[in-house]
């Protein structure tokens, strides 16, 4: 018998816009590897949506169709996407300046490229302290800014004729901050966007903006953002969905492989000492220290949560654990992170695993935006409403529900987001148990 899904999945009918803060490297490596992919010149590498198989049912019944197949998301030639930026960089001049992508591709998608322009932005200097530009919102209070994004988003909604839209934040990383009174509830929240509050963040004035107009909301830096009372009931109350936070590309990626196969054999650690050097606009951010404590807090936590030390504490109480990052401006785009690794095996002899990932960040990141695009409003379309933590396979700090401890481990984050799919469209769920096939 054929399934029955557990959720009505509405249809992905009509155009799907993507609205971006931040369009700098990341947005556009995205749109470009967008438009390439589209043209038929490139492969979606890297991108589960499009290129991952879900496998359905035993494993003699061979169904594993790909999950584009599986789930009705929304096509690639139905995204539209618009943003905002401090600067006023059309995309593909954003492209140029980002030089994560060769000349010769850039100019293939030039066109479509040019044919983004970014929006004024919302921005306030005490939250990211190296960057300042000319093309942004001034005057008026913080709710008058919110107020302007609701408009910027109603008319990006008519003018590119999208029946449905998404928002994720792809810019920089904010000085770090812990949610305070102001952030309690929504009242307090609004009346502190009337009063230009200092604890209300740029990204969270998009996250109010975007929820207010019904809009999924995915956060792909550690910002605080949505993980707030205010904004997750504000979520829960207009049913958007929403996710985050800090998209898991490089050294933590790493070691989302790595720790789950140590702890999997019961191998103990000692230390695990962490440096990066990275030369783009992200590294000239972070090389303030109120930006970098915020990454440095998503970077530290993966760890902690997977070898769980209170469970293994002969294997990993006292574990040292150390993070750098270095802005250094020739490497561009093309971030290098360095981890030594101090193990232990059988009567506690030590060990070492060193490891090099010459890495390419928004090449990593651009097929994670794709994803959670198509995703998020993939759950808007089930009805699915709140924090989906399904979707904590893409990101360094997994939203959850408040008191709920995050779930690290990429290889049971993956389990999660696929058996996610298969109660949405009614399949068994897959345990890996196996016994069946012996009795």
């Known amino acids: 018998m054929p399934a029955t899904d557990n959720v009505r999945i509405a249809p992905a009918e009509g155009k799907l816009g993507v ?49 584009k197949d599986f789930v009705p998301l929304a096509g690639l030639n139905d995204l539209v996407i618009g943003g905002w930026d401090i600067f006023d960089d059309n995309v593909y001049e954003a492209a140029l300046k980002a ?10 998608v030039k066109e479509p490229l040019s044919a983004i322009r970014p929006m004024k932005a919302v921005f306030n200097q005490d939250y990211v302290r190296r960057l300042d530009g000319p093309n942004v919102k001034k ?10 994004l609701i408009e910027d988003i109603e008319n990006f909604r008519k003018s590119s004729s999208a029946s449905r839209l998404v928002m994720i934040w792809c810019g920089s990383t904010e000085v ?31 996250a109010y903006a975007a929820l207010k107009s019904g809009v999924p909301f995915a956060n792909g830096a550690p910002n605080l ?15 958007v969905p929403i996710c985050g936070k800090d998209f898991k590309t490089g050294q933590t990626f790493m070691k989302t492989l790595i720790s789950p196969g140590l702890k999997a054999r019961m191998l103990g650690l000692t230390g695990w000492f962490s440096t990066n050097i990275l030369g783009n606009r992200d590294g000239e951010v972070l090389d303030d220290p109120g930006s970098f404590k915020t990454k440095e807090e998503t970077k530290l936590s993966a760890l902690e949560y997977i070898l769980q030390p209170d469970l293994y504490p002969d294997l990993y109480k006292h574990f040292d654990h150390v993070v750098r990052i270095n802005y250094y401006p020739p490497r561009g785009d093309a971030k290098e992170g360095w981890d030594n690794i101090d193990i232990f095996g059988w009567l506690g002899y030590p060990m070492q695993i060193k490891i090099d990932f010459l890495c390419r960040d928004s090449i990593l990141a651009a097929p994670l935006v794709l994803d959670l695009v198509l995703f ?10 709140g924090i989906q933590e399904w979707l ?16 690290h481990d990429i290889f049971i984050q993956l389990m ?24």
């Open 19 to 67: 609205l971006i803060p931040g369009m700098g490297a990341v947005t556009s490596t995205f749109i470009a590897g967008l438009e390439a992919i589209k043209a038929g010149w490139a492969k979606p590498i890297g991108s589960l949506t499009q290129m991952a198989t879900i496998r359905l049912g035993k494993r003699t019944e061979g169904r594993s169709p790909r999950i």
């Open 176 to 206: 770090f901050h812990r949610s305070s009174d102001v952030h309690s509830t929504l009242e307090k929240f609004e009346r502190g966007l009337e009063s230009d509050h200092p604890e209300i963040a740029p990204s969270q004035i998009y």
């Open 392 to 407: 904590s396979f893409y990101f360094k700090g997994p939203m959850t529900a408040p008191g709920l401890y995050p779930e």
């Open 225 to 239: 953002t949505t993980d707030v009372p205010a904004l997750l009931d504000l979520a829960r109350d207009r049913q």
């Open 99 to 108: 030089g994560v992508l060769e000349r010769p591709l850039l100019e293939k």
């Open 376 to 385: 998020l409003d993939l759950a808007q379309r089930a009805g699915m409403k």
């Open 416 to 439: 999660k987001l696929k058996n996610t799919l298969r109660w949405m469209r009614g399949e068994e769920l897959i345990t890996h148990l196996g016994l069946e096939y012996y009795d």
């Open 139 to 148: 005057g008026g209070t913080n709710m008058d800014k919110a107020r302007l």
